[in-house]
């Protein structure tokens, strides 16, 4: 995917926007007034500015990482304070993937932005973090209403449920959302919390023994 993503339309639009190689940052809009979610490239997000005429109000970093980064400070000289931010956002801590990620919940727009923590169909690598810390934000953002929708840093998901497969052959609702990713990968992507649970085996992990042995598993798949 090339091109930015219409995710959601009223009473807020959410953009999935396609930078570098497999990222996604994010710009949730609320009339003509925007806040980007990561920033791993600028042009891309500038172009869908300029395209949709929107007025960028705020940035928020899911983590310190450059795929994340790096378009950071061109995009801060395009800000304009004020304006009607498309809030409340509740800022969750989310550390594991590295000691200060953190994701962002909207939910009044019922999405749940989780950069490199969860990504869609698994979670991060742990690259500076801890994996029981990785595993408690896990639980974390498993607390969300169901009916959320997931929004990772990373499309990851065709290598991530191919790796849930062979962790539970028999899970038809892994299959499904395979199947579904290769007619129509926005759908299969950005899933619902509750679909989440039902097809990424880290947020099926019992117990730290169990996610840890599966993150490992993931790192040599």
């Not at 497969?165 to 899933?191: C, H, K, T, V």
């Not at 679909?195 to 598993?217: G, H, I, K």
Request: hydrophobic share 40%; net charge negative.
């Amino acid at each position: 995917m090339s091109i930015p993503i219409l995710l959601k339309q009223t009473p807020f639009r959410i953009w999935a926007v396609p930078v570098l190689n497999d990222n996604f940052v994010y710009l949730v809009c609320r009339g003509q007034d925007a806040v980007l979610v990561d920033a791993g490239a600028a042009q891309p997000v500038e172009t869908i500015l300029q395209t949709e005429e929107l007025t960028l109000r705020q940035i928020l970093l899911t983590h310190g990482h450059g795929d994340h980064t790096a378009g950071a400070a061109q995009l801060q000289a395009r800000i304009q304070p004020g304006g009607r931010l498309p809030e409340p956002v509740e800022t969750l801590a989310l550390p594991g993937h590295t000691a200060g990620d953190q994701g962002y919940y909207y939910p009044a727009a019922g999405v749940v932005f989780t950069g490199d923590c969860l990504i869609n169909g698994a979670c991060g690598r742990v690259l500076g973090g801890s994996m029981q810390a990785l595993f408690q934000s896990i639980q974390r953002i498993k607390q969300l209403p169901g009916e959320t929708r997931v929004l990772g840093g990373h499309d990851y998901l065709m290598d991530n449920l191919q790796f849930g497969l062979q962790q539970e052959p028999g899970n038809a609702a892994i299959q499904a959302r395979l199947a579904l990713y290769r007619q129509d990968p926005p759908a299969a992507l950005f899933a619902t919390l509750a679909e989440e649970q039902r097809t990424n085996v880290f947020l099926q992990a019992p117990d730290l023994a169990t996610f840890s042995a599966l993150r490992n598993a993931k790192d040599h798949f």
